[in-house]
């Protein structure tokens, strides 16, 4: 999958400016920013439903199209999604498996998800009658119901408690990715990143500030240290807040790497 | 033709026994108020019934404030739109009556009326404040509930029977004939009494009304009185499916052997498409709802005379069978609000539109098969080709209700594109299309139906045009997709 160069605005707002990404097959990324540094606009648009203005997209050997043959290929966790009316939470989960027949790849079966994910006392459930954090729990569990080659994540620890957000990063590390797939997160959780083995790509003002992976983190990050704005077209108001990558790099606080997606990989499978 | 549809019922009100209507529609008719009456309680019932703005349920429930004075204004609010379609009713249920009150309301029409008016709005009243009380009560409201779709179901099927059978109606006739002002007014200080008695115990629960309730069904009327404002139906029925579903526990079911004995390409679109074959399995009250309310047209038939009738059976039908497959919609509109699961799904958006019009087509078939079948079966329409017209039309109204669940959710902030009236906003004209869709599907049933009778080339007609229009809907959907994907 190949990013190269790519421009998305909003009007006059520019999200992402020269964005450039490249995620071998089985790899785990991690993109990391602030609010609005435009983690998931990356993400829509890798999954072809955001059209960038400019630069050039290939994911699957491909651009990406918003077809039922590139979704049965990708997976794709968003927002919480709708449940369909008056189907339990296993039968989603059967659905889910059913529609991709014949499962042809790496998936987990749903009574195995069931038991993984921490809901089986809760399967026969309606999902919108799940906590919040359940119904991520099933979103997930869905996306890794059906086989798929490429899995997009956004922000997928949201509403996890801590220790099933380490589940759901040996999961992938050792499930999904373990067996070919791609992953490509946004996340706001570098311990989840980390234990995931994932490669982190820090955007920030809509371009890529860092590439390569986190070897220390300080325990209390600063979130709102003031920068210069290099995105064209930004109001005043935006330029005070939401630069806190940048700054937090210059100010030295974390150490990294810089550009060692070749230990990605040792790192996985040392995890 | 408007004239004509108002003027039925309160044309007869002075009207003496003679003037061409028979006991059998006063008694439908009165069956068509009852059956009003308790959809006007569900009606209430669903926006509260005792409910504040999301303002002050947010702000001043939950203060220092006396419960009471908290609580007076929007009771008494409800209580003064209960009365008044109350009223209203009752004048309603007397118009339809009065040619067969032989020592009444041709000579005192002015006392008559008022006690009618009087009548029905002590009953609604009664009924209204009865919900309130139940309000807090677990359980009460579905009960309640139940009791109003029984007695709806209950009149409307002996208003049909009395139509068809004058063993049933001729007690009834004869209980108009003996009514007198004296009855009347007895009848009517009865439902003033009982809707005062309700009142005193509203007023006196008020003050320990529980807080949780007022704000969980303010929120909820909200957000229906918005969806409402807005005839925004699939929000309506979204609201009113998830209540349904709110809190149930359901075994898990294998999906059926046969899903996966499908050949490879079709098997995700049928599987996708019986998720709404399954929900419907699992709301047996919500079909025999509907098959309940196939009697609605013939009540309809039997209540009004002259051009109005027919008019009116045509469209009551036109919507009980766009209504009808609407029931069969429900994933359908879920994706189409929110298709994050449709894509983890991964099917084919065409094979899984032309999968999911067979359940409309069949509810709506179904549907118009039954109510074409009582209208005959009751003789407001001759012959007997009738249910199979019912039966040809059903995929031309599906076509509709697919497209009303395929139409994206309204925008109250639009501003509309300007018309001769002033900014009109865009859904009027989509919603309105999607009915129009359906009257061009069911062309040559309602064409029958409105000229009262039907023949081998009506059925002919009917089979040709359900075919084209729900064929060329679907695929104008399925190349529209195609096209706002390569885009």
Not at chain 1, 230 to 241: E, K, L, Y
Request: net charge positive.
């Amino acid at each position: 999958m190949t990013v190269r160069g790519i421009r998305v605005a909003y009007g006059k707002f520019v999200v992402l400016e020269d964005v450039d990404l490249a995620v071998a097959e089985g790899e785990i990324v991690a993109v990391t920013g602030v609010n609005g540094a435009g983690k998931s606009t990356l993400l829509r648009c890798l999954a072809g439903l955001r059209r960038p203005a400019a630069g050039s997209l290939s994911v699957l050997g491909g651009p990406p199209r918003d077809d039922a043959g590139f979704w049965r290929e990708v997976a794709l966790v968003t927002d919480l999604p709708t449940w369909y009316p008056g189907l339990t939470v296993r039968e989603h989960l059967e659905l889910v498996r059913l529609t991709h027949q014949p499962l042809t790849g790496w998936c987990l079966p749903t009574a195995e998800l069931i038991e993984v994910f921490g809901l089986p006392s809760r399967a026969d459930a309606m999902p919108m009658n799940l906590s919040s954090g359940q119904r991520q729990r099933l979103s997930l569990a869905a996306a890794l119901a059906r086989p798929s080659r490429l899995l997009l994540l956004d922000e997928p620890e949201q509403s996890l408690d801590a220790g099933f957000r380490q589940v759901l990063a040996g999961l992938l590390r050792t499930g999904y990715a373990a067996h070919g797939g791609t992953v490509v997160m946004a996340t706001h959780d570098f311990d989840f990143a980390e234990a995931a083995g994932a490669r982190q790509v820090v955007l920030s003002d809509g371009q890529v500030a860092a590439a390569g992976q986190v070897l220390w983190l300080p325990s209390a990050l600063p979130t709102a240290l003031p920068s210069a704005s290099r995105r064209r077209g930004r109001s005043s108001a935006s330029a005070d807040v939401g630069t806190g990558t940048t700054g937090i790099l210059s100010a030295s606080a974390w150490c990294w790497r810089a550009s060692c997606s070749g230990t990605s990989s040792t790192r996985r499978s040392a995890g | 033709m408007l004239g004509d549809f108002l003027d039925a019922p309160f044309s007869r009100l002075t009207a003496g026994a003679d003037a061409g209507s028979t006991p059998v529609q006063a008694e439908a008719g009165i069956a068509l108020v009852l059956g009003a009456a308790a959809g006007l309680v569900v009606l209430v019932q669903a926006l509260g019934p005792l409910a504040l703005s999301p303002a002050d349920a947010s702000w001043l429930l939950l203060t220092p404030l006396a419960r009471r004075d908290v609580l007076r204004r929007p009771a008494a609010a409800l209580a003064g739109v209960a009365a008044l379609a109350g009223g209203l009713l009752g004048a309603l249920a007397l118009a339809m009556a009065g040619p067969f009150l032989p020592h009444g309301p041709h000579r005192a029409v002015g006392a008559w009326l008022a006690l009618s008016i009087a009548g029905g709005a002590g009953f609604v009243l009664a009924a209204v404040l009865l919900a309130v009380l139940a309000q807090p009560i677990p359980g009460a409201r579905a009960r309640l509930r139940l009791a109003c779709a029984v007695l709806a179901a209950v009149v409307v099927a002996a208003g049909v029977a009395g139509a068809r059978w004058n063993a049933l109606s001729r007690p009834v006739a004869s209980w108009f004939a003996h009514a007198s002002t004296g009855v009347l007014g007895g009848v009517a200080a009865c439902a003033v009494a009982i809707a005062c008695v309700a009142a005193v115990l509203v007023w006196r629960m008020l003050p320990r009304f529980p807080a949780s309730i007022a704000v969980t069904d303010s929120a909820r009327a909200g957000t229906t009185l918005m969806a409402a404002a807005f005839l925004n139906v699939p929000l309506l029925t979204w609201i009113a499916e998830d209540s349904y579903w709110h809190g149930r526990l359901l075994p898990s079911r294998p999906w059926p052997r046969f899903l996966l004995s499908l050949p490879g390409r079709q098997q995700p679109a049928v599987a996708l498409a019986w998720v709404d074959w399954r929900r419907l399995g699992r709301r047996p009250a919500l079909m025999i709802t509907l098959a309940a309310s196939a009697l609605i047209p013939a009540l309809a038939g039997a209540a009004f005379t002259g051009r109005a009738r027919s008019f009116t059976v045509a469209a009551v039908l036109l919507a009980g069978a766009i209504a009808a497959g609407l029931q069969g919609t429900a994933a359908t509109r879920r994706d189409t609000s929110d298709n994050t699961l449709y894509r983890l799904l991964g099917v084919n958006a065409g094979k899984a539109v032309a999968a999911r019009a067979v359940l409309p087509a069949l509810l709506s078939a179904a549907w118009l098969m039954i109510a074409l079948a009582l209208l005959a079966a009751v003789g407001v329409l001759p012959g007997w080709l009738w249910p199979l017209l019912g039966l040809t039309a059903g995929p031309g109204a599906a076509a509709a209700a697919l497209r009303i669940a395929r139409t994206g959710a309204i925008d109250a902030g639009e501003q509309g594109v300007d018309s001769p009236m002033g900014p009109m906003p865009t859904w009027i004209g989509t919603r309105a299309f999607s009915v129009l869709v359906g009257a061009a599907g069911c062309y040559p049933m309602l064409k029958a139906v409105l000229a009262g009778r039907v023949h081998g080339g009506s059925l002919a007609g009917q089979l040709v045009v359900s075919a084209v229009v729900l064929g060329g809907y679907l695929m104008l959907t399925i190349r529209m997709t195609a096209v706002r994907r390569q885009q």
